[in-house]
């Protein structure tokens, strides 16, 4: 997936803002110079920053006396169907374990993405495996955030330990999360490994930056139980950094691609934001049944068929928003647009 000839410095289109971030829901950008050169002071900068500024680094509090079993362990307003009849028809305590499903299922879609999508991302630039990625700077930073995600894989995956002993769920099966399974499948259907490449890249770079305002919702939600808004507090703090080590990345790859690879971006870089915004319909239905809520069909059918489970329309705003800051044009918008 090399240039033939690398370019001895990486141009971008123009000198459109790169930086994105996660403020209040939605995806803002700040101005980032457009070189190479630039690329790589970012990336050296990250390297002491990362001492001070990684949840990993730093003191943990002691999570476990956050504990607050009154407290319910997940928004009601991040339900999909919490207007539906059924689910409102459900006693309290019913809802209560809905509640704490969403918040298990919230976490092992975390697990999932960091583990399939975002990790073999890492895994790639330290392998030099992607054109524009191979610099010392890159490859030192990608380190850093393998490290990252680690601890945050081990941040959830206690979270989910204890919600399930305190709740009783320690028998709750997941299947494998949607986002996961659409990238598995675009990737069998590509005929070249730049291609496969490629998918894996674009999917990592559009979950970290969607998985940065699930984060931002979560732990700011007050009537959640504290220990698991300060696990996403903590999840959060790295996440802020991963979103313009990604952009930057994922820029810097584009730019060192060739034209026929750099269409292939053109044709894929809306999907995995699409798929993130999916909803998870599967998992919720198989939890529901496992939860043996009546109609739980019924009501997953009716969220389907009123598109309550999706989030595509923004989904579509926001990876329009990071192709403008990546400067790249001409995205297939209308093969993306077909699938709403």
Known sequence: MRRQTPPARLQTRNDSPLQLKADD??????????????????????????????????KEPSLTELLE??????????????DHPTYQGLDEAMKRRVLSCGWLIYNERVVRVELDVVNPVCNDVLLSKLPGATSQAARESMAQALVDEAYHILLVVRACRLTREQRGLEDLRLPVVGVVRRMHARQASCAEAWQRDLVQ???????????SRYLSLLSTA?????????????????????????GTLARDVFNAL?????????????LPWL????GEADVWRSVLLQ???????????????N??????????????????????????????????
Do not use: Y
Not at 275 to 278: A, G, K, M, Q
């Open 291 to 305: 939860l043996g809520i009546p109609r739980a069909d019924v009501m997953m059918d009716d969220c389907i068929a």
């Open 258 to 270: 060739e034209p026929v690879q750099q269409e292939f971006v053109r044709e894929i870089l809306p």
């Open 201 to 211: 890249l674009m999917t990592g770079v559009a979950t970290e930056m969607c998985i």
């Open 275 to 278: 798929w993130f915004s999916e």
């Open 69 to 82: 079993p009154a407290k319910p362990d997940f928004a009601e307003r991040l339900l999909p169907f919490r």
């Open 307 to 340: 598109k309550l489970l999706s989030a595509n329309e923004r989904a579509m705003t926001d990876a329009q928003k990071f192709s403008e800051a990546l400067g790249i044009d001409n995205i297939h918008w209308d093969r993306a647009a077909a699938l709403l």
């Open 222 to 246: 007050s009537e959640i139980q504290a220990f698991n808004r300060v696990t996403t507090a903590l999840h959060q703090q790295d996440e802020a950094s991963h979103v313009d080590l990604f």
């Open 25 to 58: 829901g939605a995806l803002v950008t700040q101005p980032l110079s457009g070189d190479s050169s630039a690329a790589r002071r970012f990336l050296t900068r990250l390297g002491p920053h990362w001492a001070r500024q990684a949840a990993v680094k730093n």
